[in-house]
């Protein structure tokens, strides 16, 4: 199989990296820019589980796209949907198959619409990593997989001959009969800790040691959770006490992706991954109230930003 990554950044990069490293038949779709930087100093990824560098890795700019492949696998951010869509368009053929691995849900019905639904599968990544300074990849904690399968639960075909494909690389594969509900549960434990974080500007462990802080992070998971529940997904227990836990470890340095962005003064996922929750929870009463006073929060930060673009930085500083 031919697979287009679509992006090198720090997940696409990681994943597409390793299953490069494994001799797999990967070519990144990337700008100009990153195009010059890995045929300069090729792939770097730092991670635990072991370091490589692939010098120059195959690459291919938008406008070059010519032909089909048969896996496109993406990791965009949410607000990158759409350039991302329109930058792959080529490669997708008759017998593409998208693997979206993209937070929340409402992607998958940006995708059907543009690409046809019985070509995209649901899709899951479990990574922590960044690019540094030196534009290496670097993998920040111990955990690194992805997870696919069917919408309609069915183990198809081309889902096993994917699982095997993968195999062997540097990184956890699972095929799913259950990939809808996994993307839930991801959602669900996501839009708690951003919120959280982001809200509070402070890691877990922070957050926990402050007055009302683990009573906040619980609060704001029951809402995600009975929001999941009411879409027909409640989260399995065993997950739900994964997330408690790490929700409320002490000494926890852990914090969301979005609060990184945020510090940084960048672009958030802010209606994606919390605006949609609150769209699905419905406008009575009191719900997801906790949730709202996140959203409400990152969406003051958005105005401020698109209003100074170029002062909130230095303001920040100041």
């Known amino acids: 199989m031919r697979i287009l990554v679509v992006g090198a950044g720090a997940t696409g990069g990681y994943f597409g990296g390793r299953l490069l490293e494994a001799s797999r038949d990967v070519t990144f779709l990337v700008r100009p820019r990153r195009a010059v930087e890995l045929a300069g100093s090729?792939?770097?990824?730092?991670?635990?589980?072991?370091?490589?560098?692939?010098?120059?890795?195959?690459?291919?700019?938008?406008?070059?796209?010519?032909?089909?492949?048969?896996?496109?696998?993406?990791?965009?951010?949410?607000?990158?949907?759409?350039?991302?869509?329109?930058?792959?368009?080529?490669?997708?053929?008759?017998?593409?198959?998208?693997?979206?691995?993209?937070?929340?849900?409402?992607?998958?019905?940006?995708?059907?619409?543009?690409?046809?639904?019985?070509?995209?599968?649901?899709?899951?990544?479990?990574?922590?990593?960044?690019?540094?300074?030196?534009?290496?990849?670097?993998?920040?904690?111990?955990?690194?997989?992805?997870?696919?399968?069917?919408?309609?639960?069915?183990?198809?075909?081309?889902?096993?001959?994917?699982?095997?494909?993968?195999?062997?690389?540097?990184?956890?594969?699972?095929?799913?009969?259950?990939?809808?509900?996994?993307?839930?549960?991801?959602?669900?434990?996501?839009?708690?800790?951003?919120?959280?974080?982001?809200?509070?500007?402070?890691?877990?462990?922070?957050?926990?040691?402050?007055?009302?802080?683990?009573?906040?992070?619980?609060?704001?998971?029951?809402?995600?959770?009975?929001?999941?529940?009411?879409?027909g997904y409640p989260p399995r227990e065993e997950s739900l006490q994964r997330m408690r836990g790490v929700l409320t470890a002490a000494g926890s340095d852990f914090t969301a992706s979005m609060l990184r962005d945020l510090e940084h003064h960048g672009p958030i996922e802010a209606d994606h991954v919390i605006g949609d929750l609150i769209q699905r929870a419905g406008k009575g009463g009191n719900a997801c109230a906790r949730l709202r006073m996140a959203y409400t929060h990152l969406k003051a930060y958005e105005a401020r930003r698109n209003r100074t673009p170029g002062r909130l930085h230095s303001l920040s500083a100041s």
């Not at 683990?214 to 879409?231: D, F, H, T, Y």
């Open 42 to 231: 090729g792939l770097r990824i730092r991670s635990r589980f072991g370091d490589v560098t692939l010098p120059d890795p195959p690459t291919v700019l938008a406008g070059e796209l010519r032909e089909a492949f048969d896996v496109v696998l993406f990791s965009a951010k949410a607000y990158d949907l759409e350039a991302a869509m329109e930058s792959f368009a080529p490669a997708v053929g008759a017998g593409t198959v998208i693997v979206p691995l993209l937070n929340g849900m409402g992607h998958l019905d940006t995708l059907d619409e543009r690409f046809g639904g019985e070509r995209v599968l649901g899709g899951v990544c479990i990574i922590a990593a960044t690019l540094n300074l030196q534009r290496e990849i670097v993998h920040l904690n111990d955990q690194h997989g992805l997870t696919f399968g069917e919408r309609d639960g069915r183990l198809s075909d081309r889902v096993r001959a994917l699982a095997r494909l993968m195999e062997g690389a540097r990184f956890g594969v699972r095929a799913t009969a259950e990939i809808l509900l996994e993307m839930w549960e991801k959602w669900v434990f996501l839009a708690s800790l951003a919120s959280g974080t982001c809200l509070m500007r402070a890691a877990v462990g922070d957050i926990v040691e402050s007055p009302g802080g683990g009573e906040l992070l619980l609060g704001l998971l029951e809402e995600c959770r009975s929001v999941a529940a009411g879409a």
